[in-house]
């Protein structure tokens, strides 16, 4: 009985251990995300100088023509960028797991770097390759082509975000696939060798399958950066020309801090991208995670 008693006070002990550890960082996570969460989404409801004003704002959201622009470049950026990035990043990471390849560290390392750079300079860097005499056009009339106006060209100019967003993150998502690579045991792939399969059946039937769950988080930790992209169309673009590079993001912070205040139209917009988030990441999910 007395063992039991001090089992059972140890584990207590334990237990309350855990909890002092947990319970500022809740706290902290509850005061410092869910509770403005909690105050945007009240504020999203109500009006300036006129308290609850119901479905209004979102009403509005409805007739906004800049928010619908707005939405349809955020939605090319997901649809183009995200599957491409991610595309890249898993052969890249396939790529330099081969102990063939020499050098491996240094590469992983080129390769990551662009997203340790600061995202003013980075801008900075894109704003002067794709100048009007930057080194792209320069390329491109040695080549024997016309020069192309990246900034004044609504399409251009939503590539060259594309392609900033390709350089910047598909380093960053390489280090999570090469980690699920290295945890695969290569006995699994010299079975398979064994049973004939070729590289290409190798990558399809054994390494996509075993990285399900590390293709899901990149998939939902891109969805979610996506669509609340702001540092490439506030830096690179400033969103134009007009706003046919601004993002939904960007739009909020205008409407926030640029224009004439409107805090409650800002608040509805980003109860939208919140739940845009959710809904995506939930369908990601049940999509993707097939675990019985």
Known sequence: ?????????????????????????????????????????????????????????YQRILKDKTFQQCLFNTVFYFIIQVPVMLLLALGLAHLLNSPKIKGKSIFRTLIFLPCATSLVSYSMIFKSLFAQDGLVNNIIT?????????????????????????????????????AGLQNIDDSVYEASYIDGATPFQQFMKITIPLLKPTILLTAIMSTSGTLQLFDES???????????????????????????????????????????????????????????
């Open 234 to 292: 506030v830096n690179l673009t400033s969103g134009g020309p007009g706003k046919s590079t601004m993002t939904l993001a960007h739009y909020v912070y205008n409407i926030s801090f640029v224009e004439t205040p409107k805090f409650n139209y800002a608040a509805a917009i980003s109860v939208f991208i919140l739940v845009s988030v959710a809904v995506l990441s939930a369908i990601q999910m049940k999509v993707g995670d097939k675990r019985d």
């Open 142 to 178: 040695t080549l024997g082509f016309d020069r192309v106006d990246w900034f004044q060209n609504a399409w251009a100019a939503r590539f060259v975000i594309i392609i900033a967003l390709i350089w910047r993150w598909t380093g960053y998502n390489m280090v999570f696939y090469l």
């Open 1 to 57: 009985m007395k063992q039991k008693k001090a089992k059972m006070s140890l584990e207590k002990k334990h237990n309350l251990t855990g909890w002092a550890f947990l319970i500022p960082a809740a706290l902290l996570i509850f005061i410092f995300c869910f509770y403005p969460m909690i105050q945007a989404i009240i504020l999203s409801f109500t009006k300036k100088g006129s308290g609850f004003a119901g479905l209004a704002n």
